[in-house]
């Protein structure tokens, strides 16, 4: 509702628990990404293209269904310094996609940063996230804003945060740029302007990336035994 009020582009969506009206929803749109009301991460996050498959989920609870958008993911990472929005970078995604070892095929694998991208692309970015936090009223947080860049070239909001981005993220700005952004949260209290100045000045050193290796097998961890006793001081 507040991204259709400030007129930015936004994902056709529905919040229901009635089987009905998600199977309306996915006539209407062919494909939909279904995750729970009250989730985390990118569990129990599916892909639905036929209506039976919507009969498997417990209509007990309220479902968010999207239509899904084609194209590729990334997340901007920011700051607000005195109730201003200030971008760190953007991170290129790549999700585990469609697999045959029942692995969640939208969970990410790898991030890139700063994304390789062209200074079109960067620029839409840019200018759909300051739209979107422009009139939320914020003084000093961290800010992580997943986008989608669809096949029409338009952005689209997968979702935003007041919180770093994981998977390590944080470790590939302070390597791109040495910005440690917990510090730079912290000291936005204390030294706003120095901070902003720090933002202002940054330099790419190096373009920073990380992959996770995920097994074949799905499974759980039950026990973790080291046959070494670790080092306190590690």
Do not use: C
């Not at 791109?176 to 952004?181: N, Q």
Request: without cysteine; negative net charge.
């Amino acid at each position: 509702q507040y991204i259709d009020s400030i007129g930015i582009t936004n994902i056709p969506y529905i919040f229901s628990e009635k089987k009905n009206k998600l199977a309306e929803f996915l006539n209407d749109n062919n494909k939909i990404i279904m995750k729970p009301f009250n989730g985390q991460g990118s569990l129990d996050v599916y892909l639905i293209e036929n209506k039976s498959e919507i009969n498997t989920f417990d209509t007990n609870s309220k479902w968010l269904g999207e239509k899904f958008i084609i194209g590729q993911e990334y997340s901007v990472e920011g700051i607000f310094v005195d109730g201003h929005h200030y971008i760190l970078g953007i991170t290129q995604k790549t999700k585990i996609g469609l697999n045959d070892n029942g692995h969640n095929q939208f969970v990410e694998l790898a991030h890139e940063f700063p994304a390789d991208i062209s200074n079109h692309e960067a620029n839409l970015i840019s200018k759909y996230i300051y739209d979107f936090y422009q009139n939320i009223e914020a003084m000093n947080v961290l800010t992580h804003t997943e986008v989608i860049i669809g096949e029409d070239k338009d952005v689209y909001l997968v979702e935003g945060h007041f919180r770093p981005g994981g998977d390590a993220i944080t470790k590939l700005i302070l390597s791109s740029y040495e910005l440690d952004v917990f510090d730079l949260f912290f000291r936005s209290f204390l030294e706003p302007q120095e901070v902003k100045k720090k933002i202002a000045t940054r330099k790419l050193l190096y373009r920073s990336a990380i992959k996770y290796f995920i097994p074949k097998q799905t499974g759980k961890v039950d026990n973790i035994f080291l046959k070494f006793e670790l080092d306190d001081k590690l």
